[in-house]
Antibody
Framework: QVQLVQSGAEVKKPGASVKVSCKAS????????INWMRQVPGQGLEWMGW????????GYAQRFQGRVTMTRDTSVSTAYMELSSLTSEDTAVYYC???????????WGQGTLVTVS | SYDLTQPPSLSVSPGQAASITCSGD??????ASWYQQKPGQSPVLVIY???KRPSGIPERFSGSISGDTATLVISGTQAMDEADYYC????????FGGGTKLTVL
């Protein structure tokens, strides 16, 4: 079955960068774009962008342009999301998700808590 | 920028129907999806393409769309349905509604 397994929780200082990984299994890694979302504690879901494992093309939400980089390593079926210049407002749970069967996000990672303090 | 508007909260009694709305400009011209999220868990897709249910989602979950408003209906709401619900569409990227906290009491 499809699985997305994310890296563990991180604590970062303001101004630092964080890199979260999302390891995929159970499907052909290059077949589906990987999207990244985040959720600030107590708030809603926010889309950050996507990366194509096939081409490494990316698309970022405007508010993260210039601060986020999404990449992938097909040799280990893993996607990465790096966010720089962290502030306390970036404290959130970060999720990767893919749309495999139905055109909407039917598979999600377990989430990675990033705390900036 | 494109916005989706949901009511922040909704309370229903067990066995009643819960109806959660999601409004956006010309939303009917796009596809709407709905996600359920319980505390400490990742979101789960419950409705896609306005009204379709993924396999494994109970039949009591249904969706519809009319004009600018998509609606998620949970018939015969159960205690286990208590969760946050988010609508989602695409407009120059992925857009989520602000979420609706459904309380079953």
């Amino acid at each position: 079955q499809v699985q997305l397994v994310q890296s563990g929780a991180e604590v970062k200082k303001p101004g630092a960068s964080v890199k979260v990984s999302c390891k995929a299994s159970g499907y052909t890694f290059t077949s589906h774009d990987i999207n990244w979302m985040r959720q600030v504690p107590g708030q809603g879901l926010e889309w950050m962008g996507w990366v194509s494992p096939n081409s490494e093309n990316t698309g970022y939400a405007q508010r993260f342009q210039g601060r986020v980089t999404m990449t992938r390593d097909t040799s280990v079926s893993t996607a990465y999301m790096e966010l720089s210049s962290l502030t306390s407002e970036d404290t959130a749970v970060y999720y990767c998700a893919i749309a495999v069967a139905v055109g909407s996000f039917d598979n999600w990672g377990q989430g990675t808590l990033v705390t900036v303090s | 920028s494109y916005d989706l508007t949901q009511p922040p909260s909704l309370s229903v009694s067990p066995g009643q129907a819960a109806s959660i709305t999601c409004s956006g400009d010309k939303l009917g011209d796009k596809y709407a999806s709905w996600y359920q999220q319980k505390p400490g868990q990742s979101p789960v897709l419950v409705i896609y393409q306005d009204s379709k249910r993924p396999s494994g989602i109970p039949e009591r979950f249904s969706g519809s769309i009319s004009g600018d408003t998509a609606t998620l209906v949970i018939s015969g709401t159960q205690a286990m349905d208590e969760a946050d619900y988010y609508c989602q569409t695409w407009d120059n990227g992925v857009i989520f509604g602000g979420g609706t906290k459904l309380t079953v009491l």
